[in-house]
Structures are given as structure tokens and as C-alpha cells.
T-cell receptor, first 116, second 114 residues
């Protein structure tokens, strides 16, 4: 069965510094997708970044980058130049495509606090 | 354009009551998902619709949970005879079509069962 593990319940970072949020995954599938979502206190899940298992380049979206290490089954999120508005819960997820649609499997999340 | 909307945002129910949670997906999105997020945990899959067809309901916790999407757009998640363990945030997400498409989430409905 597929599984996502986020080992950091909470992280804090100084404003303007970079931070890495860890994510490891377990799957026997060859084709899968990895996602990061941000959930502020308002509750909405905001899509940040996507990495396909066959993508050779690490995904980047503005200040977000995904450090994809396939052999280690890790998909860490790097946030550069942290801002106060980055304080939120962050969830790593992977897609289970076995049914022909991408059902998402989520980790337990990491709460990030950005300090001024 | 408009994102995914859900209503109500908050719902308080007495144990044993029936509740109905509504999801309006992004216009034209074929796929619609429901997830349940317990306090302090990540979302867990409940059910999936492709247009009006419910193709996967493997995550529904019991037969008290029922979902529908009769015209392939708006979806309703109904919980009958609510129990305290049903207290959670219920998230709806939609995506355009293919397996690689990103899912876009609504703000969720926070259900509290007293």
C-alpha cells in the first residue's frame, strides 16, 4: 500500500531564510505523482507544486522547489526566502493512479512557523 | 475564475441528526473527490466521481455516508444519523480530467457533532 511519511510535526524558520520540509513515500508503482499543499488556518488546501515520477528535473514554482530523490523515495519541499505568510500546515501527498484517476494519499503534515 | 466552493462552512449537529454538505466544483471539471480531515491529521479519501458516475466509494467509513453528483457538477455528501466520530473537516476537490491533473480544493466544511 502507498504511504506518505512526514517526520517533522513542527518547524520554525526565521523570515527571509530557507527551510526544507521532509517527505518520504512508499509505493510499488512505477508511475506516480507527488504534490505539496499548503493549508493556512482558514482551512483551504492550496496547491504548491507537483513532481511526476518520470520527471528528471526537480520541479520549481517561484519560491518553492521540490527536491526529488527517487532512489531514496523522498520529495522534500524547499521554501526559499520565507515570508510571514508562509506560516501554515504543509502536506505532502502522492497520487494513487491504480484506478485510472489520481486519488491522493496525504501525510500527517508539518506545521511551519515563520518568525520575524 | 471561480474556485471550488463548499457550503456550509461550519455545521453543528446533534448526534443522530442527518446532515448534507454541498460542493460546487470548478466549472467543467470532470473529476470530483471528497476527503475527510480529522483534527491534526492529513485528509483521507472518501469517494470519487467522474462526471455523474461514482467510480470509487471505498473510503466511505460506513453505510451512513452517501454521496451523489446527479448532473455531473454539484455534489452532495450526506451523513445519516451522525455520530461524534464524524466530527471532522470535509474537503471537496475537483480536477479537469486526466490522472496527472492537479486537484483544486474548496475551503471545507467543518462538522461538529455534539
Amino acid at each position: 500500500a502507498q504511504k506518505i511519511t512526514q517526520t517533522q510535526p513542527g518547524m520554525f524558520v526565521q523570515e527571509k531564510e530557507a527551510v526544507t520540509l521532509d517527505c518520504t513515500y512508499d509505493t510499488s508503482d512505477q508511475s506516480y505523482g507527488l504534490f505539496w499543499y499548503k493549508q493556512p488556518s482558514s482551512g483551504e488546501m492550496i496547491f504548491l507544486i507537483y513532481q511526476g515520477s518520470y520527471d528528471e528535473q526537480n520541479a520549481t514554482e517561484g519560491r518553492y522547489s521540490l527536491n526529488f530523490q527517487k532512489a531514496r523515495k523522498s520529495a522534500n519541499l524547499v521554501i526559499s526566502a520565507s515570508q510571514l505568510g508562509d506560516s501554515a500546515m504543509y502536506f505532502c501527498a502522492m497520487s494513487d493512479n491504480s484506478g485510472g484517476y489520481n486519488k491522493l494519499i496525504f501525510g500527517a503534515g508539518t506545521r511551519l512557523a515563520v518568525h520575524p | 475564475g471561480a474556485g471550488v466552493s463548499q457550503s456550509p462552512r461550519y455545521k453543528v449537529a446533534k448526534r443522530g441528526q442527518d446532515v448534507a454538505l454541498r460542493c460546487d466544483p470548478i466549472s467543467g471539471h470532470v473529476s470530483l473527490f471528497w476527503y475527510q480531515q480529522a483534527l491534526g491529521q492529513g485528509p483521507e479519501f472518501l469517494t470519487y466521481f467522474q462526471n455523474e458516475a461514482q467510480l470509487d466509494k471505498s473510503g466511505l467509513p460506513s453505510d451512513r455516508f452517501f454521496a451523489e453528483r446527479p448532473e455531473g457538477s454539484v455534489s452532495t455528501l450526506k451523513i445519516q444519523r451522525t455520530q461524534q466520530e464524524d466530527s471532522a473537516v470535509y474537503l471537496c476537490a475537483s480536477s479537469p480530467a486526466s490522472v496527472t491533473d492537479t486537484q483544486y480544493f474548496g475551503p471545507g466544511t467543518r462538522l461538529t457533532v455534539l
